[in-house]
């Protein structure tokens, strides 16, 4: 895997977005998805997603995401970086939430009031790391 080169496009029925490798904030908006609007803004320090005008990723410092799927039930992407990265989900608020990183369970985490859980994940160059939230049913 590697950066997104047009910072946001479609793979495979999924979002992939970001450019860690930017020196300097470059964004794209306007991007149409699944009747959705997304803007990006992305280089070495954030990567920041929005739909419809609404957060919904964002992690410091910049990553790339790939295979990015949403639904009321899970998040699931993957993700590239040079260094760890603090990632915040935009999610149901007070929900708890199954954290699974490359496949190993790493705890719940509940979102606060307005929806944000922040998640830290180990990254090295060259290596996507698998992230997946599940909302917690027990």
Known sequence: MSVVNDLICETSGALSFG???LQTKTK???F???G??????????ITK???NGLFVYESVPGTAVHDFKAS????????EGTETSSIT????????Y???IDDIYVGKNKTNLGGKMNISVDLIPERAVKVDVLKAND
């Open 32 to 34: 149409e998805y699944k």
């Open 19 to 21: 450019n860690y490798a």
């Open 72 to 79: 009321d039930e899970e998040v699931s992407f993957m993700v």
């Open 28 to 30: 794209k908006d306007g």
């Open 49 to 51: 997603l929005e739909r």
């Open 36 to 45: 959705d609007i997304y803007k990006i803004k992305t280089f070495n320090e």
């Open 89 to 96: 989900l935009e999610l149901e608020a007070e929900t708890e």
């Open 98 to 100: 199954k954290v699974h």
